[in-house]
């Protein structure tokens, strides 16, 4: 399986640099939304980290590193002008991500401005939000400058696959788990399971301050704030856990790696879902493969006990990836919600997902950036 992995990555890492402009920018033909550069290059770039070795790509790879530091305006803020980043927080903080791979270390500088910036956007007491607030601790997508208004509506608040990736920025950049921020963002992410409460199951939702972002639907007779657990936001839930210093064998981890182990599935993002909320379920089934095979892994699992028997997770998933590969290298999802119809959207998780899903069986990360 290892060379079937290999050959599949490195299609897919010639589609995705076969997407790079002369300005080292990967853009979208299919949205043009994602045309201002950092909204689909930070992603690619993490998915082509875990590429096989090939000149063609890491030469690409170098290019598209430089091309990350021009988020950052003359006084090392992010550009807030109408050349800068559509999605500033996913976009800061999965550039952080990228300039933290030691090859990248010519752009520390950069890096720490990022750094800043995710700081900056954390909905935390500097921005006047209180600890009672749902969304306190945590991170919003960031279209602007998320300072608490007098009425909270929906377009300000947080939710744990943005502060997911903002945890994951800053843990990869040192960061201490003691650090304040952290501390809130650990708060935030534990409001987002179903945890401790009668007949909690312990899976996650994608926030309990904003309703229509929970995809599986509201929990029939819960409590305010709470939601129907789903697969893409459990795996979210344990990595955030995992990254905030939290032990395997807490509690809170045991009970979502069961609701993992009980409802994994390679074909489709699982949990029980409302009859009205399917097409969502199939919108984000790449975001599923990419954050579950990172979870399973942190959670050092290599074989699942599932209802339908016993799984070996990574190699069921790799299978399931490699079968959806298109002849061009890509992989594109039918469903529009999530953008996974975007080809590079849906290649970058793919191929993230297969280079982990390539660690957990062979215990090696091939990767053209040396690590």
């Known amino acids: ?98 300039l933290n791979v030691p090859k990248n270390q010519r752009h520390r500088a950069a890096r720490d401005a990022l750094i800043g910036a995710l700081r900056r956007l954390q909905l935390g007491p500097e921005l006047d939000w209180k600890p009672d607030d749902l969304s306190f601790g945590g991170w919003s997508y960031g279209f602007e400058l998320p300072r608490r208004p007098a009425v909270v509506d929906e377009s300000v608040t947080a939710n744990l696959s943005a502060t997911l990736y903002a945890v994951g920025a800053l843990r990869l950049a040192g960061v201490p788990i003691d650090d304040p921020a952290l501390v809130r963002a650990r708060n935030f992410v534990e409001r987002c399971q179903n945890f401790g409460g009668p007949g909690d199951d312990g899976g996650f939702f994608f926030s309990p301050a904003i309703a229509d972002g929970n995809k599986a639907g509201a929990l029939e007779g819960g409590a305010p704030g709470r939601y129907r657990s789903y697969g893409s936001m459990t795996a979210d839930g344990v990595r955030a856990l995992v990254r905030l210093g939290v032990a395997v064998d807490h509690p809170r981890i045991v009970a979502a790696a069961a609701w993992l182990e009980a409802h994994f599935d390679t074909e489709k993002n699982p949990g029980d879902f409302a009859a009205v909320a399917e097409v969502r379920r199939d919108s984000s089934y790449f975001y599923w493969t990419w954050s579950a095979a990172h979870a399973l892994r942190d959670l050092g699992k290599t074989s699942l006990h599932t209802p339908h028997g016993e799984v070996r997770w990574a190699s069921a998933l790799a299978e399931t990836l490699l079968a959806r590969q298109r002849a061009d290298g890509s992989w594109a999802n039918p469903q529009s919600e999530m953008r996974e119809d975007d080809p590079i959207v849906a290649t970058s998780f793919a191929t993230a997902a297969l280079a982990v899903c390539r660690v957990a069986l062979t215990g090696e990360y091939k990767s053209h950036a040396g690590q």
Do not use: K, N
Request: no cysteine.
């Open 1 to 98: 399986m290892r060379a079937r992995i290999d050959a599949a990555l490195a299609r897919a890492g010639r589609f995705l640099i076969a997407a790079q402009g002369d300005d080292g920018a990967i853009r979208s033909d299919h949205y043009a939304y994602f045309r201002d550069g950092y909204s689909l290059t930070p992603l690619a770039l993490a998915a082509l980290y875990g590429v096989p070795d090939d000149p063609r790509i890491a030469a690409a790879y170098a290019r598209g590193v430089d091309f990350l530091v021009t988020m950052l305006a003359p006084d090392g803020r992010v550009r807030e002008d109408l050349y800068g980043p559509r999605y500033p927080l996913y976009s800061t903080a999965i550039a952080t991500i990228v």
